[in-house]
């Protein structure tokens, strides 16, 4: 029979629980009103230009909402006017639009703050990819967007990033001297958003079957120790360590749907091995892409950019010890997480 106490701990925990949850509501909607708020400004802003005449300026609005406004970027409407603009004034920005969507389309795999960015920075200065920064293309695709249409704007993304910084929470992305932004010959297209298209494809779960059965479709699967992910998820939202956890592990169920669907269309890449053997993980990520090898200078563009190791900010939190034991269990069950098991053994709060 449960005790006062254990119903005590409990109802504590719920209660935990759902603070939590209220906490990051209010957060997620007041960012997203000042968002809205911001965007409607530059929106507008672009609008009075073009009334006098200024298509530039108005091109500039529209890259600085798609470069700084998460539900700008997100959005098909500002890639749609800046194509317009520029089909207006041919030359006015050095893009060139793909005639066709290309042989592959890749998309990325995950949890928050694995090293996403990172591998898709990469690839983007490959002179045979491009890929966007969280244009949330498997939400557009599950709205029905067209393949041609979602190149374009991934085309348009990443040239924006180029033009305007790669710089995130104090780490520049930008890889010098290669493609960034720009590409050679079109042969893979895809975006960046590991987190978001999990939830895209947990409500969509056939989405990519016809661009599987066509071998169209590349997946990539960027895996950081889960420990770390779970810490940095945790601290940056506000959040608790559980509720981290319980998000990570949800993720990680529709990951091994999708692997049973999609075999070895999904690449999975470890963040450590990625930065210990920056040539050999490269490589291994652009044969599955189909791409032949580029220059050695990629390789060490590439290379130039990394840290020596993963920052561990599991190790600057204390963790409950019961959480940690049941974090290890949940590893040991999932063969792509296994070598992360006992990794915190050492530091319980």
């Not at 050679?184 to 298209?197: P, Q, R, V, W």
């Not at 997946?219 to 940095?232: C, E, F, G, S, W």
């Not at 070895?264 to 490269?282: C, G, K, N, W, Y």
């Amino acid at each position: 029979m449960m005790t006062s106490v254990m119903a005590a701990s409990i109802m504590q925990r719920r209660l935990i629980h759902l603070n939590d949850l209220g906490q990051r509501a209010w957060r997620l909607a007041s960012h997203a009103i000042q968002e809205a708020w911001t965007d409607s400004h530059h929106a507008w802003a672009a609008r009075w230009a073009l009334l006098q005449g200024h298509s530039e300026t108005a091109l500039e609005e529209h890259a600085w909402r798609i470069r700084h406004i998460g539900q700008a970027r997100e959005a098909l409407h500002p890639y749609t006017q800046i194509r317009a603009l520029l089909d207006k004034q041919p030359g006015r920005w050095p893009i060139v639009m793909p005639e066709t969507p290309p042989r592959y389309m890749v998309f990325f795999l995950g949890y928050p703050r694995s090293g996403h960015s990172l591998v898709g920075s990469l690839l983007d200065a490959h002179p045979h990819v491009v890929i966007s920064h969280e244009l949330h293309a498997l939400r557009h695709l599950a709205q029905g967007a067209s393949l041609a249409s979602l190149t374009e704007a991934i085309v348009i993304n990443s040239f924006v990033f180029h033009m305007l910084g790669r710089a995130y929470t104090d780490y520049d992305y930008q890889v010098a001297g290669q493609w960034q932004g720009r590409y050679h010959e079109l042969l893979a297209a895809g975006d960046k958003k590991g987190n978001g298209s999990i939830r895209v494809l947990r409500r969509h779960p056939h989405l990519l079957d016809d661009l599987a059965a066509c071998d169209r479709l590349r997946l990539i699967h960027v895996i950081r120790n889960p420990y770390d992910n779970i810490a940095t998820k945790a601290r940056r939202t506000g959040t608790s360590l559980e509720h981290a956890a319980q998000g990570y592990f949800s993720n990680v169920m529709v990951i091994g749907a999708l692997k049973k669907r999609y075999g070895s269309l999904i690449l999975d890449v470890h963040l450590e091995d990625l930065l210990a053997e920056p040539h050999q993980t490269l490589r291994t990520l652009l044969h599955h892409i189909q791409l032949g090898e580029p220059e050695p200078a990629y390789y060490a563009a590439c290379s130039a950019i990394l840290f020596a190791t993963p920052h561990r900010s599991a190790l600057e939190t204390p963790w409950p010890a019961p959480l940690l034991r049941h974090i290890d269990n949940q590893l040991a069950s999932v063969d792509f997480l296994q070598r992360y098991r006992g990794t915190m053994a050492c530091n319980p709060g």
